[in-house]
């Protein structure tokens, strides 16, 4: 085996060892996931930037599927291309797929149990704290002005209130984006 070989392999190892851990501790979905993939892939392993983490997280939430899973293949896949991205999807699945299989057998017969109920309110009281982090995250990084504010709080409302499809308003926030980047590009040459 050729060094380059070797070197890739270990690689996609500690990709899997490294997104089955976030997936394995870390309850409430995807932006629960988001504070911990930040730390792991930047501050420890040094895979990704600082700004790789909002391409990734607003590439992730565009397209179909999970936040985290969607964050690990396109981590992966940066990395070290199909073989990355699968060892990546795989490492942050697999925990929740054994989780739910080993739960789906148990839960009914202890659910009715108040000390497992309340272990649940508990549980979802911690996922929106992580939740609320990945949002401060976010926000300190996304550059600030009189647009984004609008932006953001017009996808909130139309999110929370006046129920749009996400998918719609991912559209039109992207859409939004490319017609005041051309404008503002359009501005500066003249």
């Not at 690689?11 to 988001?34: C, D, N, P, Q």
């Not at 790789?52 to 397209?63: G, K």
Request: positive net charge.
């Amino acid at each position: 085996m050729t060094a380059v070989k070797s070197e890739r392999l270990k690689t996609a190892g500690e990709l899997f060892l490294t997104f089955m851990k976030i997936g394995g501790f870390t309850f409430g979905g995807g932006y629960a996931m988001i504070p911990l993939i930040q730390k792991e892939a930047v501050e420890t392993k040094h895979w990704i930037t600082e700004e790789d983490i909002l391409e990734i997280t607003a590439i992730a939430e565009s397209t179909p599927g999970p936040v985290a899973i969607n964050s690990a293949t396109f981590i992966g896949y940066r990395l070290l291309g199909v073989p990355g991205a699968a060892a990546a999807t795989l490492g942050v699945v697999l925990p929740s797929f054994v989780v739910i299989l080993l739960i789906s057998f148990v839960l009914r017969r202890f659910w009715d149990l108040r000390p497992v109920r309340y272990a649940f309110f508990g549980i979802r009281a911690g996922v929106l704290a992580l939740i609320a982090k990945a949002l401060i995250t976010m926000y300190r990084k996304c550059p600030k002005g009189a647009v984004s504010y609008i932006v953001m709080f017009g996808a909130f409302a139309a999110a929370a209130f006046l129920k749009v499809p996400v998918v719609l308003i991912i559209i039109c926030c992207a859409v939004f984006g490319i017609v005041t980047s051309a404008l503002g590009r359009r501005r500066t040459e003249t």
